[in-house]
Every structure is written in structure tokens, then in C-alpha cells.
């Protein structure tokens, strides 16, 4: 059975710092994408960085530069180091795998809150 748990959300003051994991088990994480994607009260969830298997990072526009996912094999863990928080961070931050373009397996999600 496919599990994704993420840990580190937090309440921050703008301008703060905060470092999400996320602990994968049952799947062959070296061959799984993982991405970070959250969702802000009253809106659609949306993507925030991937990382290939291979280790290519893509990002959005509002993460590029302040936002970082890395991705360690050996312990099956996702990274997404936030800095520069803005109160427009705020929301429900979910992990997600997937393979071929498509996310297959969520997280249950960790609530981020920025405080202005």
C-alpha cells in the first residue's frame, strides 16, 4: 500500500522559513516523480515544484527562487524548503508521485499558515 506522509507545516510570519518532508512507502521511489502542490482556502489546488526520478526540477512562477524540492532516494523522502514566506502561501501543502506526467498517489496534505 502506497503511503505518502508529510510533516513541517507551521505557523510563520512573512518573511519566515519553513521545511516540508514528505516519507514515501510502498512504491519504487527511484522510478516515481514527486511533486509538491498545495491549496489555498477557496481555491483549486496548484502545483508548486516537481522533481523527476532523474532529478529535474521544475518550478512554478511564485516558487521559483524562494521555494526548493529535492528529493533523497536512500530514505524515500520529498524536500520543499520555503523561504521568503508571504501570507499568499498559505494553505494545505500535499505530496504527491506519479510516473509519465500524471500524479498517482496523494498525500493527506499539511496546513502552512503565513502570518502578515
Known amino acids: 500500500q502506497v503511503q505518502l506522509v508529510e510533516s513541517g507545516g507551521d505557523f510563520v510570519q512573512t518573511g519566515g522559513s519553513l521545511r516540508l518532508s514528505c516519507a514515501a512507502s510502498g512504491v519504487d521511489f527511484s522510478k516515481y516523480d514527486m511533486g509538491w502542490y498545495r491549496q489555498a482556502p477557496g481555491k483549486e489546488r496548484d502545483l508548486v515544484a516537481v522533481?523527476?526520478?532523474?532529478?529535474?526540477?521544475v518550478y512554478k512562477p511564485f516558487s521559483k527562487g524562494r521555494f526548493t524540492i529535492s528529493r533523497d532516494t536512500e530514505k524515500s523522502t520529498v524536500d520543499l524548503q520555503m523561504n521568503s514566506l508571504k501570507p499568499e502561501d498559505t494553505g494545505v501543502y500535499y505530496c504527491?508521485?506519479?510516473?509519465?506526467?500524471?500524479?498517482?498517489?496523494w498525500g493527506q496534505g499539511t496546513q502552512v499558515t503565513v502570518s502578515s
Open positions: 522533481i523527476t526520478n532523474y532529478g529535474t526540477t
Open positions: 504527491a508521485a506519479g510516473t509519465g506526467g500524471t500524479m498517482d498517489f
